[in-house]
């Protein structure tokens, strides 16, 4: 029997698909501001997700988080090029790789790798990897004190004795002190309190700016502020400002037009009704000045961190007021007529002292402070800020906000350097004197010659340490000597080297190495050679002249003009003695005069030097 043919619609099946089961990794980090960094990289080191994943929780404490994470992704950069994995081994040829190919400092190499340690020591914490001894840091340099502001001066210290000698009598007799010290101690004392003077001046001016702002804006009704709303513009020829019942423009009429249309965030002039900026800028009251007065800019708030950080008593750090001081800062204290006030600190104890309800800088700092807590009920988004748990104390309206951005922010972390400069800038146009600190002075040199006049009025080191707020007194000892030192040593070199040079000899010998040898008046002593003057007894020192800064010139020339053949005849030798005795030269000749080596260079070519390999 013959089989029918069945009929029926052809199917087509799809065709075959591959399905990743590995899910996608966005290999890139990002941070609180800024692009997001490419880590693209980690996909080729050993369980690279893992790690990804590890240094995204990691950063998330940390304040600095792209500096840590730049340090950190170098480490993993170079496990990536050598397809290796994290951990001790790998980190201990990275501080090799780190140490040869790198021409950084010492120091700088130090924190690159304290980042990358501490980032494996904390997924060996966390059991991502196992646990091993990690490789010991670099041996970091001391690092050297932040300068005085008497340092920073040099001679216009002397000059300030020479034009004040009753002054620097009165101290010497008062603190027992040589003409040297108490001209310091004068000369640091007149400084900080101009720089305190000038800041609370200037925040004084902005207070009764604040004042008069306030009482007219407070002034405009309901009815009014409607009315006003309605202006576009504010010139002479425009019927607009009289249409409301006003005869005649006036600086109180402008603001409260302004008000009407911004609030207290007042923008830039382009923004406001026409005729406004010019009227008010023809009566003195400039854009900035405006919208500081209405609510607060950075400009009016250096004075703030100046007036803080040349305050005596309290000698905060610049970060600690910067960054740390909150709405609570000043407070009654239960002591009557005192206030506490309080300055935070990202690491160490918190500054909380108790000073005089009638301290200037307590009384404008607790004004400034109710005024910006009854000002954010009225700015948008200043409830956000007033229910933070710590809501910054130093916040400030920009003008031009970036996309995303609050338009009322902190201070930037590298702008406390530019308004010190700007305080100074601005003091040095009614004292010429502090010209020589606009390029020099920054908010970092305040708490250091506090400390040096601190000790220079005899202040013990447990008074001192009270006012630096220190935990360990061993801390208080190196920095109050520190600074001391050397905010007077480059003064007293000078004296003690015009001394020697007056003590010199025409008769003895020159060593080369700022000596003179006295054997003849001393024939017991024996020679021992050039290179150990420093130890025998018949030396006679010299700190330089003419011929002296010759014989340095010569030898230096010699050492780096022999370098590669001494290092290859005795690497040892180089190694202990030459470069020393070569940063021993350049360290001398950096004390000399442009004058003074430019006339020693032609006298160093006549110099036949001894031989020395």
């Known amino acids: 029997m013959a089989k029918k043919l069945l009929r029926r619609k052809v ?60 340090n950190i992704l170098r480490y993993l950069k170079f496990l990536a090029y050598c397809n290796g994995a994290v951990g001790a081994k790998s980190l201990s040829d990275f501080k090799i790789e780190l140490n040869t190919s790198n021409t950084s400092s010492v120091n700088t190499k130090s ?56 002054e620097i009598e009165s101290v010497m007799r008062k603190y027992s002190l040589e003409r040297l010290e108490a001209s310091a101690l004068a000369y640091g004392n007149f400084i900080i309190g101009r720089y305190h003077e000038f800041s609370l001046g200037k925040i004084e001016s902005w207070s009764s700016d604040c004042g008069m702002v306030d009482k007219i804006l407070d002034s405009i009704s309901v009815r009014k502020l409607k009315q006003l709303k309605t202006i576009d513009s504010f010139k002479e020829g425009s019927n607009e400002w009289r249409e409301i019942g006003e005869n005649k423009r006036t600086i109180e009429l402008a603001f409260q037009i302004l008000y009407s249309k911004f609030g207290r965030l007042i923008p830039g002039s382009p923004s406001w009704p026409s005729g406004i900026s010019d009227f008010c800028k023809s009566r003195g009251w400039g854009s900035q000045r405006i919208q500081s007065a209405f609510f607060t800019s950075a400009y009016n708030l250096q004075y703030f961190l100046v007036a803080a950080l040349s305050h005596k008593t309290l000698a905060p750090n610049v970060d600690s007021v910067a960054f740390y001081s909150y709405l609570d800062t000043v407070k009654p204290a239960t002591d009557r007529g005192k206030v506490n006030i309080h300055f935070g600190k990202k690491r160490g104890a ?129 920095y109050g000597i520190r600074v001391e030192t050397q905010a007077l040593l480059s003064e007293k070199l000078k004296n003690f080297q015009t001394f020697l040079l007056k003590s010199r000899s025409p008769e003895l010998p020159d060593t080369g190495n700022g000596y003179q040898c006295g054997k003849v008046q001393k024939p017991k002593v024996k020679c021992e050679g050039l290179d150990l003057c420093f130890q025998c007894d018949a030396k006679k020192v010299v700190l330089k002249d003419l011929k002296l800064i010759a014989e340095w010139i010569a030898y230096s020339d010699f050492i780096k003009a022999n370098e590669l053949r001494l290092k290859f005849n005795n690497p040892q030798r180089w190694e202990s003695y030459w470069v020393y005795r070569l940063v021993e030269y350049e360290d001398l000749l950096s004390k000399c005069t442009k004058a003074e080596l430019r006339l020693a260079k032609e006298r160093a070519k006549t110099i036949i030097l001894p031989f020395m390999d």
């Open 11 to 70: 199917v087509v099946l799809p065709e075959a698909s591959i399905q990743h089961f590995a899910r996608p990794i966005e290999w890139c980090l990002h941070l609180d501001s800024g692009e997001p960094i490419d880590a693209s990289y980690l996909s080729h080191i050993y369980k690279g997700e893992m790690v990804l994943e590890q240094l995204v929780i990691y950063l998330r404490p940390k304040r600095a988080k792209r500096t840590t994470a730049n």
């Open 111 to 166: 924190q690159v790798f304290s980042s990358c340690k501490n980032f494996v020591s904390y997924m060996m914490s966390s059991e991502a990897i196992p646990t091993e001894a990690l490789p010991k840091n670099f041996i970091s340099s001391e690092a050297s004190a932040k300068p005085t502001i008497m340092a920073l001066a040099g001679e216009e210290v002397n000059k300030y004795a020479l034009s004040h000698p009753d």
């Open 350 to 478: 918190s500054i909380n002292k108790v000073l005089s309800r009638k301290d200037h800088l307590c009384r404008v700092l607790f004004a400034y402070q109710e005024r910006l807590k009854r000002l954010l009920q009225e700015v948008p988004n200043g409830d956000l800020w007033l229910n933070k748990e710590q809501c910054e104390l130093f916040i400030h309206y920009t003008k031009a906000p970036k996309a995303g951005a609050h338009t009322i922010r902190t201070f930037d972390r590298s702008s406390t350097s530019d308004m010190v400069r700007r305080v100074t800038k601005e003091l040095a146009k009614e004292s010429p004197e502090f010209l020589i600190f606009v390029k020099k002075l920054t908010g970092e040199c305040f708490r250091p010659t506090i400390a040096a006049i601190e000790m220079l009025s005899g202040s013990s080191l447990g008074e001192l340490s009270k006012t630096l707020n220190h935990k360990n007194l061993s801390t208080t000892d190196s």
